[in-house]
């Protein structure tokens, strides 16, 4: 072969390498910048279920990348000098799928980080605790995907079917709980046969029902009993909570709403629990509860009044009017906006932190659009003292301050239910960064 036919033969390889190339290049700094964007907010630990990445078994095939649900919404997973690396902490919401299309395993699925650790229930691999009898599916054994939870929720009644607990006289199965997790049990449970009760402490949808209405609900298809595949994405929290409410209503679920379990006690093999309105025994338990079901309450004077809430359900209930929005998360930064974007409210975003480190970028986005414009005040290093009827009390660093008021929203997160686990027996461990 001549040097004319060698080159010939060698330039469109060369062009098709030097395109490559450029296009990792590209992605590289892409993706480099969008973390550096991620660290300088301080946006770096995970809320739940994550990848961890090991990049000594990772070829940078982008496979992980291509695979994550949230890709086209946010940067969670990139590859930065040809490795995959977790880009946006804040919005990985535990889909696994990354894990299963990597090809060359380098990508372990856990909880919590090293600087900041998770409680979760030890729990077996049929979801039952070391409490025999009572087993955890959902958002308190860390998976708080709608997708993941409604699957759980279903595995684990039909692990509860085949451990053959039954006592006599008793239900087979008391659900705690009538979020995904506990429809998806209770739709189970009413397929498979089996005698059983759901209560729930607020209302259908669990913590799907507090979030803001119009809200977009990140979902995937799922196959749930009874009812069939459930073909949902990027539905609305209303036309969610409707097709759930059909599903219930239509399969003549037994689900207690306004009903908040306050003892748990076994005797005899079976378990006696006492909720606000009633009593049962039953053989097992299903806890498909929350994480963070009790509001953290900000111990004020006032906070008692009417006006007080721990929830924003619909913005326009607020026109025209003052209202106090309080925490620094996701929660609290939507709702401010939320109401500020009405154009005829004042509002007020009250936190004590000197930066929303925790809340995701397209929320401080948000709020600083809304602050730019003038319809909504960011007060930082700030905490409410007192509560009035027609009037808020904040400190301001060292200056004191006092607003007209209608509204206080408190959205400082919720309290964990680790005391109630305790209290029944359940073995609760906190995960640094592991599976």
Known sequence: MDSWSLVLYL??????????????????????????ETVAAGMTEPASLHPLIDASKCLGCGACVKACPETSHHDV?????????LIG???????????????FDAITLVF??????????????NFESNVQGVFVAGELGGMGLIKNALTQGQQALEAIAKAGLKRPGALDVLIVGAGPAGLAASLTAKKMGL??????????????????????????PVELPIVGKVQFRNTSKEELLKFWTQASKGNDLKIRYQERVESVEKKDGAFHVR??????????????????????KLGVPGEELPKVVYRLIDPEQYQGQEVVVVGGGDSALEAAASIAELGSTKVYLSYRGEAFQRAKLRNRQRVDAASAKGQLKVLLNSQIREIRPEEVILKQSDKEMR???????????????NDFLKSIGIEVETKFGTA
């Open 112 to 125: 919590g980080t090293e600087r900041r650790g998770l409680d979760i229930p030890v729990l077996k691999p």
């Open 403 to 417: 607003l007209r008021n209608d509204a206080v929203i408190v959205s400082a997160g919720g309290i964990l239910p």
């Open 275 to 296: 909720t606000s309105t009633h009593q049962y025994v039953t053989s097992t338990i299903l806890l498909a509860i929350g994480r963070r079901g009790t509001p953290r």
């Open 89 to 103: 902490p804040t919005d990985c919401i535990g889909h696994g799928a990354c894990k299963t299309a990597c090809p």
């Open 11 to 36: 330039l469109p390889l060369a062009v098709i390498t030097a395109i490559y190339l450029s296009r990792q290049r590209r992605i590289h700094v892409r993706h480099l910048h969008a973390l550096e």
């Open 195 to 220: 005698s059983y009760q759901t209560v729930e402490q607020d209302s259908l949808g669990g913590a799907v029902f507090q979030y803001p209405r119009g809200k977009v609900v990140m979902t995937a």
């Open 77 to 85: 997973l990139g590859l930065i000098n040809g490795k995959a690396v």
